[in-house]
Every structure is written in structure tokens, then in C-alpha cells.
């Protein structure tokens, strides 16, 4: 025979006393301990982007190829403006590459802004280990 409680909810099970042991009480969530968790995640990444964005993300460094010219087999004038804020100093990596698409040149040059200039004309040339047909600005950031 079971034994039945009139303050039993229909579908639940019913267990005989001291068959199981004792029933422990439902354990309370910690939400905060969550919440906690999910805030020091998001924290540390926006950290991480903020970081990468100014590292890598700098908008104010960007760089625009004017003309190249001076093509050989050992190298490749090229002239380009660079986004400098006044009287500061941008490092861009320069490259050349092949009628095949393969790099075969590659500097970096240091670009520096005089008093009241922000965009300065720079012209450098690329040494290459064979004849180039473009010469590009890769990128350009902040000296340090």
C-alpha cells in the first residue's frame, strides 16, 4: 500500500519514509556569482578590443600611394602621403610585389611631420629582389 498526502501535487513522485534517506532542499541558484562572471568577461574584452583598436585600428595613420616609378629588376621609387598628427611620427611598412603577386620587396620607413604639416609627401626607394610591378603602402601607425 502507498502512502499519499492530500498536499501531494499531482505528478510528483511519492517516496516511502526512510527508504532513501533524507531529501536535501532544492539548492538556491547563485545568480550573482553568474552575473559576476559574465561582467568580468565582457569587461576583459572590451579591455582586449580597446587595446587592439589602438594598436592596429588607428584611422588617423592611414596612407595613400601618390606615384611609383623607377622600375628595375633591384627596385621601385614609391611616394606616398601619410595621416601624421602635427609635429608627430608614423612608421609604414612598404611593399612591392611581382607581375605574379609575390612579394618581392618589403621596409619599413619611419615618416615624420614638420610643424604644420599633417599630411607630408615622402618618396623612398625599395630595394627588390626582382622586377616589381606595384609598390604599396601596407600600413602606417604611431611611431614609437
Not at 505528478?11 to 539548492?27: D, L
Request: charged letters at 25%; one cysteine or more.
Amino acid at each position: 500500500m502507498t502512502e499519499t498526502h492530500p498536499t501531494t501535487t499531482a505528478g510528483a513522485p511519492v517516496f516511502p519514509p526512510g527508504r532513501y534517506g533524507r531529501r536535501r532542499e532544492p539548492r538556491r541558484q547563485r545568480r550573482w556569482l553568474v552575473a559576476l562572471l559574465v561582467t568580468a568577461v565582457v569587461a576583459a574584452g572590451v579591455g582586449l578590443a580597446i587595446r587592439l583598436y589602438q594598436q592596429y585600428g588607428d584611422p588617423s595613420y592611414n596612407a595613400q600611394v601618390t606615384s611609383y616609378s623607377g622600375i628595375s629588376d633591384t627596385g621601385i621609387d614609391l611616394e606616398f602621403r601619410v595621416n601624421v598628427p602635427e609635429g608627430g611620427k608614423a612608421l609604414c611598412v612598404l611593399r612591392a610585389r611581382s607581375r605574379d603577386g609575390a612579394e618581392v620587396g618589403k621596409a619599413e620607413v619611419q615618416v615624420a611631420a614638420s610643424a604644420g604639416d599633417t599630411r607630408p609627401l615622402t618618396r623612398y626607394r625599395l630595394a627588390t629582389s626582382a622586377r616589381p610591378v606595384i609598390g604599396e603602402v601596407v600600413r602606417c601607425r604611431a611611431a614609437d
